[in-house]
């Protein structure tokens, strides 16, 4: 495996359920994002993580829980989600977290029902 | 904050033909502009990106340009191909938010044959 991978690459859940996204990357970086993004808006960034420390938190609500055990893994739990959290998830990684040029994983397409 | 606006948000060209995707930024402090390109299925792609000390970069059928004094960037790809098709987004800091970066909304290229 080479880069950032996401897995699912696609998830159905409902409102009640609890899930998990996972994230990985094989570029030797030590900062991880999660980015959220939705039709017709530009990319949201919602969590960063540094070293496993989350630096960043991007007024993200808790039903949306990041997990960073070290820093090639990055995990997004999921629970008691609403349908306007539909959209693409998109995981991302940097050398370091003081440099802009990050890599993205495919993305984890979701939607809530 | 930063604030970016990307135009247009769609853009239809002849194979073969230059197209040619403008950003503004609002923060003068502003001193990296990176473009990704995103295909169908896929997360963004650094394609070319460029730092404030200088104001053209190519890189083969892309470039980009930036216009300090105005705060805006443009990427140009010269003789589109099809495989160009994809949505492209720009990129600039966020203010005083480290190395966060906001993008703007996407431009969707669609190259015909």
């Known amino acids: 495996e080479t880069g950032v991978t996401q897995t699912p690459r696609h998830l159905v859940m409902g409102m009640t359920n609890k899930k998990s996204l996972k994230c990985e990357q094989h570029?030797?970086?030590?900062?991880m994002y999660w980015y959220k993004q939705s039709a017709k808006k530009p990319l949201e960034l919602m969590f960063v993580?540094?070293?496993?420390?989350?630096?960043e938190n991007n007024s993200v609500p808790s039903r949306f829980s990041p997990e960073c055990p070290n820093s090639s893994h990055l995990f997004l739990h999921l629970h008691t989600l609403q349908p306007e959290d539909s959209a693409l998830y998109l995981c991302?990684?940097?050398?370091?977290?003081?440099?802009?040029?990050?890599?993205f994983g495919p993305g984890t397409r979701l939607t809530v029902t | 904050g930063e604030n970016v606006e990307q135009h247009p948000s769609t853009l239809s060209v002849q194979e073969g033909d230059s197209a040619v995707i403008k950003c503004t930024y609002s923060?003068?402090?502003?001193?990296?502009f990176p473009w990704y390109k995103q295909e169908l299925g896929k997360g963004p792609q650094l394609i070319i990106d460029?730092?404030?000390?200088?104001g053209e970069k190519k890189d083969q059928r892309i470039a980009v340009t930036l216009n300090k004094t105005a705060k805006h960037f443009s990427l140009h790809i010269t003789e589109t191909q099809p495989e160009d098709s994809a949505v492209y987004f720009c990129?600039?800091?966020?203010?005083?938010?480290?190395?966060?970066?906001?993008f703007g909304g996407g431009t969707r290229l669609m190259v015909k044959p």
């Open positions: 570029l030797g970086h030590n900062a």
């Open positions: 991302a990684s940097s050398q370091v977290y003081s440099d802009y040029e990050q890599y």
């Open positions: 460029i730092r404030s000390n200088v």
């Open positions: 923060d003068s402090a502003s001193n990296y």
């Open positions: 990129a600039a800091p966020k203010g005083n938010a480290g190395n966060m970066l906001t």
């Open positions: 993580y540094s070293l496993e420390e989350r630096v």
